[in-house]
């Protein structure tokens, strides 16, 4: 158990890497604990009973503490009986009776990120230490530095040394923001990135760093909360004082302390404090309680590991082992699907958790996760719960890797990923139940078909109600069905089924925006109608022919191809068209010889005295040619009118072409 005590608290201070969630660490810890005092022959001066533990790190420079840092008790009762017996210990240390007052305690919130000792001389920070075994720390004053709410002076401080105790955190937003970052660079091929499995550990190891610019890119908070060497300084009588005292000079300390009175305003902060837990923007492991008065915690002194003076009362454990039971599908509303851990369930973080998310195929392999194994599942906050690794020990059956299915779980479309991406989706986003919704919107929105009326609480109530299982039934609605929703009148029914008849009549553009294929937006869907001028042309294009699409790369060509590939979409638009969609088809310019103004680029400025800018956007794009808005060395034209402003100038300053509304209709009108 030593061994094993000894190897775990390794991974934890030393490697940054924790192999076992803290409960597991305290639970084994304890369970030593009681063997020792049951059979005191067995203990040996290195059992991890018998010293802090907490090596320095080979390559930063060892530094000893003038003061010993040491860690604090933990009270393992999370009960209010917790608070009471800390506070029945302290009066019978202090001598107190019933007719005593109340003792008065800071109440204060444990951070969980790493101690760090900050030695300031004549208000200048000269040092930055971990706590280390609590003797000897490691300097670590060149990461620390980077930090933004350590000060590098202190406000009306001379004091010859004033050393300063607290906590250096990442908040939780940041700590999401950064896994994020990292899943995206090791997607990318980056070579020795990890993510990491929680805020203390990401913090840690920024601090810990050999090479100041790696802390800098993770964003890292500090709030102080003691003190260590002082001379100079005059030490503020209680340790509410002190934590106002550190505002006052600079330092940041955190608002969420109170001054208390006996076990009942203990627990009454408790309890407050657990109820808020979830919503703050930082990790907490328990709260802290110390007694007030600095001249009492004198009196009361320490153990030999501990102060008797202060006492640390955890909350359940935000990470937790269980197993792994399987791994299901949720297709989300886009059409993205996602790996989802189904658990024994586990208490964590305040409630019962049997599913968390694995985020992708990518991040299963690397976690080495399979189904069977004993993980570790994190909720902490607001955060969706999330499995951030497995206990490594050997699997007694075979388990193979786990597998993104072909045909989605819920419609049974094809599955696609992206050429260099992480997610894997379903192609069926015109059929699949998890998208329907979705789809509907887009489809009925103002830039697509434009159906006046049918917003999302209309839609909600179509697809709950059965009303709408695909586009095409949108078609079938009728007045009377429309009557029976809620809130919905004979007027706005009326208004509805009119809006829907009249946007049967569309344009080639506006339909292929509105089927919601991934990638095309607004300006491709109009690119692939002018160049294939109908549908049918379009819907049997190969990859290559789709490539010859001005402005149309691999990515779009093969998400458009495989829309059109896959059945279930091919089903909905023969559906959609037999409601009576209609528009103008043309010959398109598929095989035709390229518009004479493809691959010509116009910016429009000022006001031109006949054209509105509209109208000679559409010319120009009818003849192949493309209106964006800025000047730019890759411009061919600029059409200035009026009042023209910079883009005339910076055009004349670049050397573009520019023309007036005459040189542009005659340019247009060139064979
Ligand atoms: S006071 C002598 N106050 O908890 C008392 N510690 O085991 C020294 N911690 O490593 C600690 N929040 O990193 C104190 N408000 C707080 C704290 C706090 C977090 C950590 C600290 C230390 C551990 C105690």
Not at 348 to 357: L, Q
Request: proline fraction near 5%; include cysteine; glycine fraction near 10%.
């Amino acid at each position: 158990m030593r061994q094993q005590l000894l190897d775990h608290a390794r991974s934890y201070y030393v490697l940054d890497t924790p192999t076992i969630p803290d409960a597991e660490y305290d639970a084994l810890y304890q369970e030593l604990q009681a063997i020792e005092a049951a059979h005191p022959e067995l203990v040996t001066p290195d059992s991890p009973t018998q010293r802090v533990i907490g090596a320095v790190l080979d390559g930063l420079q060892p530094v000893r503490h003038v003061v010993p840092m040491l860690s604090i008790d933990t009270e393992t009762d999370t009960t209010a009986a917790g608070a009471e017996k800390f506070d029945a210990r302290v009066r019978k240390a202090l001598g107190l009776t019933e007719a005593d007052p109340p003792v008065e305690y800071a109440a204060e919130l444990k951070f969980d990120g790493l101690a760090i000792n900050l030695r300031y001389e004549g208000g200048d920070l000269v040092q930055a230490a971990t706590r280390g075994d609590g003797e000897t720390g490691e300097d670590v004053t060149h990461t620390v530095r980077t930090i933004a709410a350590v000060p590098k002076r202190l406000k009306g401080v001379k004091a010859r040394v004033l050393e300063i105790r607290g906590e250096v955190f990442m908040r939780r937003d940041d700590f999401e923001a950064l896994n994020e970052r990292q899943r995206k660079l090791i997607e990318g091929g980056a070579k020795g990135e990890k993510t990491f499995v929680n805020p203390r550990n990401a913090a840690a190891g920024a601090v810990r760093q050999l090479d100041a610019r790696n802390a800098v890119k993770r964003p890292l908070s500090f709030f102080a909360y003691g003190l260590g060497e002082v001379d100079g300084w005059t030490v503020p009588p209680t340790q509410t004082g002190l934590l106002e005292a550190f505002d006052a000079i600079g330092l940041p300390a955190s608002p969420m302390h109170q001054r208390v009175q006996g076990a009942a305003g203990l627990i009454d902060f408790h309890i407050a404090i657990a109820a808020l837990r979830d919503s703050l923007p930082y990790d907490i492991d328990g709260v802290v309680y110390k007694v007030d008065d600095r001249a009492l915690q004198e009196k009361l002194g320490f153990k030999s590991r501990e102060p008797r003076w202060a006492v640390a009362q955890k909350y359940p454990a935000q990470e937790k082992t269980t197993l792994l039971n399987a791994i299901d599908i949720q297709v989300g509303r886009t059409g993205k699907l996602t790996p989802v851990a189904k658990l024994e369930p586990v208490f964590v973080g305040g409630t019962t958790v049997s599913n968390a998310t694995l985020h992708n195929v990518f991040e299963i392999r690397r976690k080495g996760v399979r189904v069977g194994d004993t993980v570790i599942v994190r909720r902490a906050g607001d955060v969706i719960p999330e499995v951030v690794g497995r206990i490594a020990t050997r699997r007694k059956n075979y388990v193979p890797n786990f597998r993104m299915p072909h045909a989605c779980p819920v419609c049974a479309s094809r599955v696609v990923r992206e050429k260099g991406g992480v997610d894997h989706r379903c192609s069926g986003g015109l059929f699949c139940a998890a998208q329907r919704k979705i789809a509907i919107l887009h489809f009925a929105g103002r830039r697509a078909l434009d159906i006046e009326g049918l917003g999302d609480k209309i839609v909600d109530q179509l697809v709950d109600g059965g009303l709408v299982e695909t586009l095409p039934d949108v078609y079938a609605l009728t007045q009377e069905r429309l009557e029976g929703l809620e809130r919905m009148g004979d007027k706005s029914a009326a208004k509805l089924v009119a809006g829907i008849a009249a946007s049967k009549a569309t344009t080639l553009a506006r339909f292929l925006y509105g089927l919601g294929a991934r990638h095309v937006g607004e300006s491709t869907a109009k690119d692939l109608a002018r160049h294939f001028g109908n549908l049918e042309r379009l819907m049997a294009a190969s990859v290559e022919q789709l490539l010859e699409v001005a402005d149309v790369g691999p990515i779009v060509a093969e998400s458009v191809h495989a829309f059109f590939q896959e059945p279930h979409n091919r089903e909905v638009i023969a559906g959609l068209r037999r409601a009576g969609l209609a528009w103008e088809e043309s010959e398109g310019q598929a095989s035709a010889a390229p518009l004479p103004l493809s691959g010509k680029t116009f910016v429009l400025t000022g006001t031109l005295p006949t054209l509105a800018r509209e109208d000679a956007k559409e010319m120009i794009e009818s003849l192949g040619g493309k209106v964006v808005g800025s000047v730019s060395k890759k411009t061919d034209w600029v059409v200035a009118g009026a009042e023209a402003g910079s883009k005339l100038a910076k055009a004349t300053e670049l050397g573009i072409a520019i023309l007036d509304e005459a040189g542009l209709l005659a340019l247009l009108d060139a064979p």
